[in-house]
Each structure stands twice: as C-alpha cells, then as structure tokens.
C-alpha cells in the first residue's frame, strides 16, 4: 500500500462528467489499497471568472459583476444537478456552494467601496473556486460509495504573506495538515484538498500564483510524506512540445526534476514551475497523467533517468516557448569592465517588480540583454533611465531600448551541455528557416539553451528545433 497524493486541474474537474471521471480514478485507487488524498483545482474557467468579477466590482461595473457570479453559480448548480440523486447530497452541497457564493458577493461590495482590489483582496476572491470545487469532487466520491470529505487548504497549508505567489512555510504545513489529513486516511476517508490555497499565521486566505495547484499537491505531498504524487491534466504526460504548437508533439516516459524544473520554467504550462521543488527536497517522484487516458503511464520526473534504448533520445528532452516578452538592451562603450553595470541594472528591474526569465551579455557589444514581459517593459525602461541618468547623460551609456514582441525559445535536455554539438545543431536548424535569432543564453542549470527569436517566427522556429528531438 502507497500513500499517493493526486491532483486533478481545472478541465479534469471541468465539467458533471470529467467530475465522475476524477472521482472514478480517486475510487479506483482507494479500491486497489492506496491511501488516496485528493487535490483538485477550481473547475476550468472559474478562476478567471472569479478574477475578472473582482475587477469588476472594483470598478462599480455591477451589472457586468452580477453576470460574472451569475455564470459561476450556474457552472457549479448545473454539475451539481447531473452529479446528485440524492436530495440531500444535493441540498448540503448546494448549501456549501450558497456560502462561498455568499462570501463573494460580500468581498466585491467591500472592493465596490474601495474602489480597487488588492492582492490581498485578488486571493480572497481567487480562492473560492477551489473552495468551491472541492464540495463537488468530495460528493462525487462518495456518491461512488467511498468515504470523503473536503479540506480547505486554508486551515492546513500555511505561508508567507506574499499575496498571489504565497511561500509555503514547510514545518508548519506539515505539522498542521498531518494532524488534520492523517486521521481521515486512518479512518478510510479520501480527503479533497482545495490546490492553489493556503493562509498567513493570522489566519489570512493567499494564494500559491495562477496554475499553483500543481504546486499545492507537492506542498502536500512532502508534508504528508507521501509516496508519490500524481498530477492529473488534459493530456497524457509531459510532451517535446506544446501539442498546441507541435502536432507530432510525444510524451516523454520520465524527465530528471531539473529537466522538468527548466521546461516548467521556460513556458511548458503542464506543470507549475515551483512544483519540482518539495518533490525534490524528499525525493518524492511526480507523475503527470491524464485524466481522460488514465491507462497510459504518462511521464515519471525523478532525480535521475534511466538511459533509454535509442542513445540519441537522451540529448534533447523538449521544446518550450514564452511569448509576449520584450527583449531589453543597454548598450554603451563606456560599459566595457565597468563593475556593478549588471548589479545596478537587475537592482532597477527588481524595483519594479518584474522578474527575468532571460539574461544575455556580450562582453565584445558591450552590451547587456535581458528579457521581461512585454507588460512590464514601460516600467522597467522608465527605472532603468533613472538609474542609468549619469551613464546616459555622460555616455558611458548610449541607449537603453526595447524590442517588444519577442519569444524566448528554450530547448531542454541534461545532455546539453556534455554532448559537442548540439548547439550547432539547434542554430542550423533555425537558421535554415531564415529565422533570426535576437538574443542567446545558456540556462544557469546548464541543461537548457534559450533562444530570442521575433514572435512571428516563433512556431517556426519551435517547430523546426522539435525535428530535432
Ligand atoms: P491543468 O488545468 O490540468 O493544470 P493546464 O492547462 O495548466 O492543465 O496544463 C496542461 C496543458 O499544458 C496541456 O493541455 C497543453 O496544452 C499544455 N502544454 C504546454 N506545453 C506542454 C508540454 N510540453 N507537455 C504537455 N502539455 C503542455
Ligand atoms: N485555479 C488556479 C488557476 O486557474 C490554480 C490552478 O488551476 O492550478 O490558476
Ligand atoms: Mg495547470
């Protein structure tokens, strides 16, 4: 008998059938004598309706707010009327799902009041559809005759006070959901988790960042020691590519933490980044499966992989792209083996609280470049010439500008670094295509390369390195 957590996302609890579906594979785990503790993110859409309904009624748009709850009830009340017979199943869950509704309706009149919605606020109306879904997948669980009942992670996982990207605190995560969660596996119970929550030691709602649910379930799963942790998705593993992008995109048999961690990273939406990060610290292997094939093994990440059959294979792992970022440049003469050029400029972005997925310097150039979101690109202009005045108006420094509308392409695999060769590879690829490359940068872990490339020929250019894999 293992201890597996697993983790449903929104399109597998999407709908009164996909719920029927999450709940068959909690059920037929139990069945086969695992402990199963369930997390579940809120069904697919509803947090970005939650979202834009706190926008909304920060603005004193109500109209367009009542419509937004409106299609959140109706979402929740429709599976709820396919899921449950029983009347009182369906009263209790209605009841449940009456109060957070309840709960939302009184935070966007304090946020109408207010005129503006912190994070602080954002979290505690970003919350509720886990808070919500976990009252459907738990109902669905029982209805298939096995004990369950839901958890708000708000009493079990607690964190900093970093609204909208909350750290965990692990000692105290671990003290307080293994005292809540082990009895009710004790008892035979499947516990259904709300992913993405968790609360500040005052008891305040935050939340881990949007796709944070992935996260909550490796939060989870090292707190409660489990075996394995198990993360279900639309798809069936982790694939080369995007299968958005990529149509012959396959899924990879298993990717070491750090490969994953750097595909996560550099864009590949299957997993949230962080999520590598409690797993490794214990060592618990992930699996990422699909809900809607379960029979297929999907992908096992783990510390280290077995080499396969073909050699080649074990060169590159995968493809990955971000888009709409702006490649950022500051160039001078004046720059060349000036100390503390880099510090101040990263200092600068960090004020404005932008993160950079990509950093390039070409000494020759005597250039810095670096990649933020095209969102962030005014700000982090306007305080780098602030921070930059004396360089600009001497001209140490010539200009510092931006080229919006880029992508960062990044190829993914351990053996990057040891095998001669596969940049030139990569580079011939793309540069068969026409496609100019704007930037380059070898990943700090050393097992990706990324490349900037203008947006329009990024697909191209994804495309054309996936032949390689
Ligand atoms: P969930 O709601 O289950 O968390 P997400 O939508 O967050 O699911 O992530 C799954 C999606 O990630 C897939 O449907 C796929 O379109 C996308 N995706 C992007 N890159 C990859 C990749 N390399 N492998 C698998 N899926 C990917
Ligand atoms: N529901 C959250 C989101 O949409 C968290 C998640 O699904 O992982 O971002
Ligand atoms: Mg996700």
């Keep these: 008998m293992s201890r597996l957590v697993i983790k449903f996302g929104g399109t597998s609890v999407g709908s009164a059938d996909a719920i029927t579906q999450a709940a ?8 086969a004598g695992h402990e199963v503790v369930v997390v579940t993110s809120a069904m697919s859409g509803v947090t970005d309706l939650l979202l834009s309904a706190a926008q909304a009624a920060a603005g004193a748009q109500l109209g367009r707010f ?18 449950f017979t029983d009347d009182h ?28 919605a912190s994070p602080r606020a954002m979290d505690a109306i970003a919350s509720l559809g886990e808070r919500l879904s976990i009252h459907l997948l738990a109902g669905a669980i029982r209805a298939q005759g096995i004990g369950s009942a839901p958890v708000d992670a708000a009493d079990i996982v607690r964190t900093d006070a970093e609204f909208q990207s909350a750290v965990p605190d692990a000692d105290e995560t671990r003290r307080l959901s293994q005292a809540r969660v082990v009895p009710m596996l004790t008892a035979g119970t499947v516990p259904v988790i709300t992913g993405f929550v968790g609360s500040t030691a005052a008891g305040v709602v935050t939340t881990l960042g949007r796709g944070g649910s992935d996260y909550s379930a490796a939060i989870l799963g090292a707190a409660l020691d489990a075996d394995e ?6 798809v069936d593993g982790v694939l080369t590519a995007d299968p958005r992008v990529v149509t012959d995109a396959r899924t990879l048999e298993q990717v070491s933490y750090l490969e994953m961690s750097e595909l996560a990273y550099f864009g590949a939406k299957v997993l949230h980044p962080k999520t590598t990060l409690p797993a490794i610290e214990r060592g618990i292997p992930l699996r990422i499966k699909n809900t809607f094939n379960p029979g297929h093994p999907g992908t096992l990440v783990v510390a280290t ?23 950022v440049t500051i160039a001078g003469r004046g720059m060349l083996g000036v100390p503390g050029i880099a510090a101040r400029a990263f200092g600068a972005v960090a004020r404005t609280g932008t993160s950079v997925p990509m950093i390039s310097q070409s000494s020759s150039e005597q250039s810095i470049c670096f990649v933020v979101p095209e969102s962030a690109e005014a700000r982090v202009l306007d305080e780098l010439r602030k921070g930059f005045e004396h360089e600009l108006v001497r001209r140490d420094i010539e200009r510092i500008f ?6 960062v392409v990044t190829v993914v695999g351990a053996a990057i670094l040891t095998t001669p060769g596969i940049a030139g590879r990569i580079f011939t690829a793309v540069g ?22 203008d ?4 697909q191209d250019a994804v495309r054309r390195i996936h032949g390689l894999i």
């Design 229 to 234: 942790v198990w993360i279900y998705t639309d």
């Design 455 to 458: 947006g329009a020929h990024a």
């Design 66 to 83: 009542l419509e937004l709850a409106t299609a959140i009830r109706t979402k929740h009340t429709d599976a709820i009327a396919s899921l």
């Design 402 to 407: 931006a080229t919006p509308g880029v992508v």
């Design 432 to 453: 068969e295509g026409s496609i100019n490359v704007l930037a380059i940068a070898m990943g700090s872990s050393e097992c990706s390369i990324s490349l900037v490339v």
């Design 305 to 327: 992989v077995e080499a396969p059959a073909g050699a080649d294979q074990l060169q590159l792992r995968g493809v990955t792209s971000i888009s709409r970022q702006s490649l």
């Design 24 to 31: 068959r594979i909690a059920t037929d785990l139990h069945r």
């Design 89 to 116: 199943e369906r009263t209790s869950i209605t009841s449940a799902i009456d109060q957070r509704l309840g709960d939302l309706q009184r935070l966007a009149e304090a946020l109408a009041v207010l005129g503006e």
